[in-house]
């Protein structure tokens, strides 16, 4: 039983952090119908970001937060601006190429800047942990588990409440229609996008502490976020916040009881098999 | 005066016979310079040069024709032609790899040309009835078989656990454990492999964990290594010993995490604090000529260096002579005693004798054979801080 309660506590925390990271996908996703497949490597540029802000600067992963939020959202606004702007009307094996071009020009950069070597992030606290009835918890990420819920809670209301959010629910449901109604489309999508990588780029600080950061690890992450989109519903925020939870807890729970050489196998077949039942994922319906 | 000098070289000659005669000889070596495998292949060229020194000092010259195999087999098998039939060198040193210096023996074979492989460590290296292939360094088999011995006499282990990357490295090294505890009465009573990479390992730790095992053996690289070993603390995984197999366990890196890495036990060939003659000093001077600490790697180039170039050297570098020579000398230095035996399917392998060693408040110290040791080991597992 405690082996039962404590895989599936790892699975709902971690799987925190990867709704975190579909969240951000769909947002970019919903307002521009582009996969960005340079998400993995926009999340790990904000891992190194938090660990150059934590070995030279001695700035805590979690208040490093603060900072890569800014960053990465003007960031990801150029990207769009740049790049992405420029193929919205295109085919769409175009767009694909284009992120990942973008994405390899990443890894590929912070290999010249950094080597392939791993680097290794210690903090006073990462191998901490706090027992709650017999079950261990990760310190570090039960607080990113705050964190990231922290974060989507405010991501809901201001997408819900605010003119912009609005506004961008607007242009993600019909970008002519919105367009009609004098909404500034280019400017939704400039804003998606600077929040989408926002959003990779936390993630990516917020494992720092309990993972290893190296120029390849965005590919892992990449192909995590599109199972986890697309298992929610492409477009859906409340469908990549279950998405992620789903994925985090199908990991833990057959890494305990089947093998741990096996838990992406159980992770595809649950895919393929929501994709089978319900082609639209989860939440496919739902809008935003 | 110079009636003095002359009677001073003439003593001196007296005192030394033969080294008038074994003054130069020409020895290949086959490294990874450049390429992955670099890093680690820096160590094994310095401590060559570092032999090449020593020599001279003791009055031999060794003319070194040196060849970069890059960590590819092909290259090396080229790199191997040339030296045995342009260059005509008495002996090779080298390579690094196990796949480059695999497909070099069976060259080394048909050009009867003497290898001494410094510190390659797959089996089948020395499996394959060679008679010009030698080995210093101990094979695979033995990082695990010493690591349970080791352990036996500390304690009266009764199960283990096994938690290893599913790669070639760690399921080979896995699957000669467990042939060896399945020996040695130790019950398996978890098996683990994992695909690398994975951000988290607590809900396998947790099944482990569940289990109880007296002994904790993981095989990874330092990333995992890390990761294994911090949420090993998280969930509360408390064995009476953890064993790390080697590559990750071994690393500056892993001993650094002061935190998680304390007490947890792993094998080398070489450690610098081990009473081998020598071998301090050795320590001592490759840290003060590169400016880095040396590996074991470099333990095993440097005296697979020395043995060969003395050997070909006193036999005027005939290449049938030297392999005689190697076949039945015997030495001792900085790896300890070295003979070239046949054993267990092995030909011409040095049965070398692995050291354990633990973490101890941040650096490596040999713990085990007894006879070698420095410390003692602090087992069983202390606990977390």
Known sequence: ?288 | MMKKLVSCVLAASFALPGLATAANVKIGVINSMTGPEAPIGENLTNGIKLAQEDLKKKGINVDLVWEDDTGKPQIAMSAMEKLATRDNVAGVVGPYTSACSNAVAKLAEKYKVPLLVPAAAKEEITRQGFKWVFRMNAPADQYAASLIDGALAMGKPKTVAFIYENTDFGTSTTKTAKEYVAKKGIHVVADEPYSKGSPDYRSTLTKIKSKNPDLVFMVSYVADAILLMRQAKEVGLKPQAFLGGGAGFTTVQFAKEREISNNVFSCTQWTEDVNWPGARDFFKRYKAKFGKEPTYHAACAYESMIIMAETAAKSAGNRDKTRTALKAGKWSGIMGDVKFEDYAGFTNQNNHQMLVQQLQNGSYETVFPTKFATKKPIFPFTGWK
């Open chain 1, 1 to 288: 039983m405690i082996v039962f309660l404590q895989s599936l506590i790892s699975g709902v925390l971690i799987g925190g952090v990867y709704a975190l990271i579909g969240i951000g996908l769909t947002i970019i996703f919903g307002v521009m119908r582009v996969i960005n497949f340079a998400h993995g490597e926009i999340l790990m540029l904000g891992m190194y970001l938090t660990w150059n802000l934590f070995t030279r600067l001695g700035i805590d992963p979690y208040v490093s937060v603060l900072i890569c939020i800014p960053v990465m959202f003007v960031f990801g606004g150029l990207l769009q601006k740049l790049f992405i702007n420029r193929m919205l009307g295109a085919l769409p094996q175009n767009q694909i190429l284009l992120t990942i071009g973008l994405g390899l020009i990443m890894s590929n950069t912070m290999m010249l800047i950094y080597t392939s070597d791993y680097q290794i992030l210690t903090t006073s606290y990462s191998s901490s942990s706090f027992s709650l009835g017999g079950i261990s918890i990760s310190e570090p990420l039960a607080i990113s588990f705050l964190i990231t819920a922290a974060i989507t809670a405010v991501l809901y209301w201001f997408l819900m409440k605010t003119d912009t959010g609005q506004a961008i629910r607007a242009t993600a449901q019909d970008r002519e229609a919105a367009q009609l109604m004098g909404i500034n489309v280019q400017w939704m999508s400039i804003l998606a996008f600077g929040m989408g990588s926002a959003l990779a780029a936390t993630a990516g600080a917020l494992i720092s502490p309990t993972y290893y950061i190296f120029p390849q690890v965005g590919g892992t992450f990449t192909l995590k976020a599109f199972v986890i989109t697309v298992l929610g519903g492409m477009g859906s925020i409340v469908g990549a916040t279950l998405g992620g939870i789903i994925i985090g807890v199908a990991e833990s729970m057959s890494a305990v009881y089947i093998s741990s050489g096996w838990k992406d196998v159980v992770v595809y077949v649950l895919f393929l098999l929501v994709l089978l039942f319900k082609p639209s994922g989860l939440m496919g319906k739902s809008r935003m």
